[in-house]
C-alpha cells in the first residue's frame, strides 16, 4: 500500500514573493479555486500580519475552500500567530504554520536571539497557535544551514508543545541532494518524537536543486512537498509542484508514495498562474512548457507515432495538454459563457462584471471566430483587473509607425467624466503611447517591466501585455489584453496607474517574511 505524500501548495504565499508577482485578493481567490480543483492537499493562503490586504485574502479563501486544507503562515511571536488564527477563522479545515529562523548566522545576524531565546519563542508560537486549530506545522528557517543537534533539540521541543508538521526548508537553496536527503533521514532517526508528525521539506532553486533536493528527501522519508505552480518564488523560485508530482507519479518503482493530485489539472493551473501574474513559461520547461511534448527530430517523431513510450515518459493529456478546445463561437449564448467559465473555475462577483465581460467577449468573437480556454483565462484576467471605480479609463488610441519616421501616438484618457489628450513620439508605437499616457496621469513612476505574450497561436490571438511600475519603493502590476498589442499596452499601463492612484496594492510581502 503506497503511502500518502502531502502536497503543500505555496503560490498565493511563497509564490506571490517573486519580485513583481504581487496579486489581487480576486486573483488569488481564482488560483485557490484552481488549486483545490487539482485536489492540492494544503494550500498557504498568505502570510496575514504582512498586511490588511494579505489578511483579507487568507480570510476570504479560508471561507471559500472546502476540499483543501487553508494554511496561514506567521513567524514566531504572538501577534503573527493571533492574526493567522482570526484570519483562518471561516475555514472547515484550517494549519497555521509558524516559524523561527535556527541556523547561526540568522540567530546571530537577524535575530540577535540565543538559541535558548529561539526555543522559547518556537515552543510560545506552537502553544499559542494550537488554541486556533489543531492542525499546526512548525518550521526552522534556514534549517539547511543549521547545526545538526540544536535543530533536533528545537524539533523535539516543539513537537511536544503540539506540532503535527516539520518543515525543513532550504531556505537559500544551499543544499545538495545528497546531502539534503540524509539530513532528513538523520533528523528522523534520531528525534526521539519523530514518530509523532509528519516531515516537510521546502527548497528554493537558486542551484537549480530545489526539485532534486526534494525529491532526495521524500526517498528519505519526508511525507509532504513545499512547491509552488511554474515553480514561482523570490529570487530564483520554489520546487515546481507540476515536476515533483509527475516525477513521483512516473517514478512509482522508485517512490513508496503517490499524490492525489488530479495531473488534468496541472497545465491549466500553470496557463492561469502565468496568466495573473504575468511571468511566462519558458518553452523547454518540463511538463507545462510549450515544448515539453514536441518532437521536431525525424528520428523522435517516428519512433512515437510507432509507440508512444519510445520518447515519452508520460501522457501530454495526463497534465492537462490537449484539452485547449475550441469552446465558443459570436453565436455562443450568455448562458454558455458563463457556464463554460464556472467549468473553468470562474465565478463573477457582479452582474455588472459578468454583463462587461460578456461584452468584451462578444468583441473578441466578432474579429477571432474561433475563442478557446486560454481566451476566456485571459478575459476574465483582464476583466478582473478593471475596478467599477477606476479613476482613469482608455478612451481612445491613435498610433502611426512607418519606416523612416518617428512613430507618434495619441490617447485620451477619461479622468473624473473629463477627457484628456495627449500625443507623444517614441522609439516605437508602444514607447510613444506609454510616454503620452504618462504625460496625462503623471504618476511618476519608473517602468520595471514590459512584457508581451501571445495568448493562443496564430495571427489573431489575442496579446496579453504585462507592465510593472515602481513607485516609493512599491510595485504595481499592470495586465492587459487585446487583439491589438498597443491597446493592449496602453491598458497594462493604465491599470497599473489606477492602482498607484487608488493604493490599493500592498508591500511587497518579501520585506517581512522568508523560509
Same mark, same amino acid.
Given at each position: 500500500?503506497?503511502?500518502?505524500?502531502?502536497?503543500?501548495?505555496?503560490?498565493?504565499?511563497?509564490?506571490?514573493?517573486?519580485?513583481?508577482?504581487?496579486?489581487?485578493?480576486?486573483?488569488?481567490?481564482?488560483?485557490?479555486?484552481?488549486?483545490?480543483?487539482?485536489?492540492?492537499?494544503?494550500?498557504?493562503?498568505?502570510?496575514?500580519?504582512?498586511?490588511?490586504?494579505?489578511?483579507?485574502?487568507?480570510?476570504?479563501?479560508?471561507?471559500?475552500?472546502?476540499?483543501?486544507?487553508?494554511?496561514?503562515?506567521?513567524?514566531?511571536?504572538?501577534?503573527?500567530?493571533?492574526?493567522?488564527?482570526?484570519?483562518?477563522?471561516?475555514?472547515?479545515?484550517?494549519?497555521?504554520?509558524?516559524?523561527?529562523?535556527?541556523?547561526?548566522?540568522?540567530?546571530?545576524?537577524?535575530?540577535?536571539?540565543?538559541?535558548?531565546?529561539? =526555543?522559547?519563542?518556537?515552543?510560545?508560537?506552537?502553544?499559542?497557535?494550537?488554541?486556533?486549530?489543531?492542525?499546526?506545522?512548525?518550521?526552522?528557517?534556514?534549517?539547511?544551514?543549521?547545526?545538526?543537534?540544536?535543530?533536533?533539540?528545537?524539533?523535539?521541543?516543539?513537537?511536544?508543545?503540539?506540532?503535527?508538521?516539520?518543515?525543513?526548508?532550504?531556505?537559500?537553496?544551499?543544499?545538495?541532494?545528497?546531502?539534503?536527503?540524509?539530513?532528513?533521514?538523520?533528523?528522523?532517526?534520531?528525534?526521539?518524537?519523530?514518530?509523532?508528525?509528519?516531515?516537510?521539506?521546502?527548497?528554493?532553486?537558486?542551484?537549480?536543486?530545489?526539485?532534486?533536493?526534494?525529491?532526495?528527501?521524500?526517498?528519505?522519508?519526508?511525507?509532504?512537498?513545499?512547491?509552488?505552480?511554474?515553480?514561482?518564488?523570490?529570487?530564483?523560485?520554489?520546487?515546481?509542484?507540476?515536476?515533483?508530482?509527475?516525477?513521483?507519479?512516473?517514478?512509482?518503482?522508485?517512490?513508496?508514495?503517490?499524490?492525489?493530485?488530479?495531473?488534468?489539472?496541472?497545465?491549466?493551473?500553470?496557463?492561469?498562474?502565468?496568466?495573473?501574474?504575468?511571468?511566462?513559461?519558458?518553452?523547454?520547461?518540463? =511538463?507545462?512548457?510549450?515544448?515539453?511534448?514536441?518532437?521536431?527530430?525525424?528520428?523522435?517523431?517516428?519512433?512515437?507515432?510507432?509507440?508512444?513510450?519510445?520518447?515519452?515518459?508520460?501522457?501530454?493529456?495526463?497534465?492537462?495538454?490537449?484539452?485547449?478546445?475550441?469552446?465558443?463561437?459570436?453565436?455562443?449564448?450568455?448562458?454558455?459563457?458563463?457556464?463554460?467559465?464556472?467549468?473553468?473555475?470562474?465565478?463573477?462577483?457582479?452582474?455588472?462584471?459578468?454583463?462587461?465581460?460578456?461584452?468584451?467577449?462578444?468583441?473578441?468573437?466578432?474579429?477571432?471566430?474561433?475563442?478557446?480556454?486560454?481566451?476566456?483565462?485571459?478575459?476574465?484576467?483582464?476583466?478582473?483587473?478593471?475596478?467599477?471605480?477606476?479613476?482613469?479609463?482608455?478612451?481612445?488610441?491613435?498610433?502611426?509607425?512607418?519606416?523612416?519616421?518617428?512613430?507618434?501616438?495619441?490617447?485620451?484618457?477619461?479622468?473624473?467624466?473629463?477627457?484628456?489628450?495627449?500625443?507623444?513620439?517614441?522609439?516605437?508605437?508602444?514607447?510613444?503611447?506609454?510616454?503620452?499616457?504618462?504625460?496625462?496621469?503623471?504618476?511618476?513612476?519608473?517602468?520595471?517591466?514590459?512584457?508581451?505574450?501571445?495568448?493562443?497561436?496564430?495571427?489573431?490571438?489575442?496579446?496579453?501585455?504585462?507592465?510593472?511600475?515602481?513607485?516609493?519603493?512599491?510595485?504595481?502590476?499592470?495586465?492587459?489584453?487585446?487583439?491589438?498589442?498597443?491597446?493592449?499596452?496602453?491598458?497594462?499601463?493604465?491599470?497599473?496607474?489606477?492602482?498607484?492612484?487608488?493604493?490599493?496594492?500592498?508591500?511587497?510581502?518579501?520585506?517581512?517574511?522568508?523560509?
Amino acid at each position: 500500500m503506497k503511502e500518502k505524500l502531502v502536497i503543500f501548495d505555496t503560490t498565493l504565499r511563497d509564490g506571490e514573493q517573486s519580485p513583481g508577482a504581487s496579486m489581487t485578493q480576486e486573483e488569488k481567490i481564482r488560483i485557490a479555486r484552481q488549486l483545490e480543483k487539482m485536489k492540492v492537499d494544503v494550500i498557504e493562503a498568505g502570510f496575514p500580519a504582512a498586511s490588511p490586504g494579505d489578511f483579507s485574502s487568507v480570510n476570504a479563501i479560508a471561507g471559500l475552500i472546502k476540499d483543501s486544507i487553508v494554511c496561514g503562515l506567521a513567524r514566531a511571536n504572538p501577534d503573527d500567530v493571533g492574526k493567522a488564527g482570526e484570519a483562518l477563522k471561516k475555514s472547515d479545515s484550517s494549519r497555521i504554520h509558524t516559524f523561527i529562523a535556527t541556523s547561526p548566522i540568522h540567530m546571530k545576524s537577524k535575530l540577535r536571539m540565543s538559541s535558548d531565546q529561539v =526555543v522559547e519563542h518556537a515552543v510560545a508560537a506552537v502553544t499559542q497557535a494550537r488554541q486556533y486549530t489543531d492542525d499546526v506545522e512548525f518550521s526552522p528557517e534556514d534549517a539547511g544551514r543549521s547545526e545538526f543537534d540544536f535543530l533536533c533539540h528545537i524539533i523535539e521541543k516543539v513537537i511536544n508543545a503540539g506540532a503535527n508538521t516539520i518543515n525543513i526548508p532550504d531556505t537559500v537553496g544551499y543544499n545538495l541532494p545528497g546531502q539534503f536527503g540524509s539530513l532528513i533521514q538523520r533528523l528522523i532517526e534520531a528525534i526521539p518524537n519523530s514518530d509523532k508528525v509528519i516531515f516537510s521539506v521546502h527548497c528554493h532553486n537558486d542551484l537549480g536543486l530545489a526539485v532534486a533536493n526534494s525529491l532526495s528527501a521524500v526517498m528519505a522519508g519526508a511525507r509532504q512537498v513545499e512547491c509552488t505552480i511554474n515553480g514561482l518564488g523570490e529570487r530564483a523560485g520554489n520546487a515546481s509542484l507540476e515536476e515533483i508530482v509527475m516525477a513521483v507519479r512516473t517514478r512509482q518503482d522508485e517512490f513508496n508514495c503517490d499524490t492525489g493530485i488530479d495531473t488534468t489539472q496541472i497545465v491549466p493551473a500553470s496557463r492561469l498562474v502565468s496568466n495573473i501574474t504575468g511571468f511566462p513559461v519558458q518553452p523547454n520547461k518540463a =511538463v507545462v512548457g510549450a515544448n515539453a511534448f514536441a518532437h521536431e527530430a525525424g528520428i523522435h517523431q517516428d519512433g512515437v507515432i510507432k509507440a508512444r513510450e519510445t520518447y515519452e515518459i508520460m501522457s501530454a493529456e495526463d497534465v492537462g495538454w490537449g484539452s485547449n478546445r475550441m469552446v465558443l463561437g459570436k453565436h455562443s449564448g450568455r448562458h454558455a459563457f458563463v457556464d463554460r467559465l464556472k467549468d473553468l473555475g470562474f465565478e463573477f462577483s457582479s452582474d455588472d462584471e459578468m454583463n462587461d465581460a460578456f461584452r468584451r467577449f462578444k468583441k473578441i468573437a466578432d474579429s477571432k471566430h474561433e475563442i478557446f480556454d486560454d481566451d476566456l483565462q485571459a478575459l476574465v484576467t483582464e476583466t478582473g483587473n478593471r475596478a467599477e471605480n477606476d479613476h482613469f479609463t482608455l478612451k481612445h488610441l491613435k498610433t502611426s509607425s512607418e519606416t523612416g519616421t518617428i512613430p507618434s501616438s495619441r490617447v485620451v484618457i477619461e479622468i473624473d467624466d473629463k477627457e484628456v489628450a495627449s500625443e507623444q513620439s517614441g522609439n516605437g508605437a508602444v514607447d510613444a503611447t506609454f510616454k503620452a499616457i504618462e504625460d496625462v496621469l503623471s504618476t511618476k513612476s519608473t517602468l520595471q517591466l514590459f512584457s508581451v505574450n501571445s495568448v493562443t497561436g496564430g495571427t489573431d490571438a489575442q496579446g496579453e501585455v504585462s507592465v510593472r511600475l515602481e513607485k516609493n519603493g512599491e510595485i504595481y502590476n499592470g495586465h492587459g489584453t487585446d487583439l491589438d498589442i498597443v491597446i493592449a499596452s496602453a491598458r497594462a499601463y493604465i491599470n497599473a496607474a489606477n492602482k498607484i492612484y487608488s493604493q490599493e496594492a500592498r508591500i511587497h510581502p518579501q520585506r517581512v517574511s522568508g523560509i
